[in-house]
């Protein structure tokens, strides 16, 4: 049973601060590590796809980093607005094509 | 911008009774997937299906459920015989080759 573990599992931060949280996966047999948003009633929204030890992604306000070798990716809100509230999944494909979700990150962003 | 489209929004069956949850995937994608998740938990993988076969499922995928792409455009989850603890939200996801999954809405299932 792969593991893939998200932390920490909920945050509050106020409108402007930055922020950042961890995904933690297998670090042998890799291909690839998503980010998805959802927000409450849509559908998960693709955000970054890494596949490279190293990786870097940039999307606006939000940033992430892959490390494949310690198993680790962060994902990174720079200035953090109400919209930014969702939850941020993170997902691990290894060599198959099944992606294996971590539980969440719950991000609310007050004003 | 082409998106997954998934019916019905909400589907409320006896236990027992047959279900079939409705997903039209992106028209040039060529992997689809279901996942659940059941209320509180996280989003599980139940099946993946490439060239008209399935080629993963999990253990949650037993007999009761089935997948089918009838017509080259539909791709269905059929549950044969709900039970309680099948519901949960469903939803369909499609991609082009082992590439970001794009998901649907998703189809909240109450089995009472």
């Given at each position: 049973i792969l593991n893939v573990e998200q932390s920490p599992q909920s945050l509050h931060v106020q409108e402007g601060d930055s922020t950042n949280f961890t995904c933690s996966f297998p670090s042998s047999n890799f291909y690839a590590l998503h980010w998805y948003r959802w927000e409450t009633a849509k559908s998960p929204e693709a955000l970054f796809v890494m596949t490279l030890n190293g990786d870097e992604k940039k999307k606006g306000r939000i940033s992430a980093t892959l490390n494949t070798k310690e198993g680790?990716?962060?994902?990174?809100?720079?200035?953090?607005?109400?919209?930014?509230?969702?939850?941020?999944?993170?997902?691990?494909?290894?060599?198959?094509?099944?992606?294996?979700?971590?539980?969440g990150t719950q991000l609310k962003v007050e004003l | 911008e082409p998106e997954v489209t998934q019916t019905p929004s909400h589907q409320v069956t006896q236990m027992g009774q047959e279900v079939i949850l409705r997903c039209v995937p992106i028209s040039n994608h060529l992997y689809f997937y279901w996942y659940r998740q059941i209320l509180g938990q996280k989003v599980e993988f139940?099946?993946?299906?490439?060239?008209?076969?399935?080629?993963?499922?999990?253990?949650?995928?037993d007999d009761q459920f089935s997948v089918e792409r009838p017509d080259g455009s539909n791709f269905t989850l059929k549950i044969r015989s709900t039970k309680l603890e099948d519901s949960a939200m469903y939803f369909c996801a499609s991609s082009e080759e082992l590439t970001e999954a794009f998901f649907g809405q998703g189809t909240r299932l109450t089995v009472v």
């Open positions: 680790y990716s962060y994902l990174y809100i720079k200035g953090s607005q109400p919209e930014d509230s969702a939850t941020y999944l993170c997902a691990f494909t290894g060599g198959g094509n099944k992606l294996t979700f971590g539980t | 139940l099946v993946s299906f490439y060239n008209n076969e399935i080629s993963e499922k999990s253990e949650i995928f």
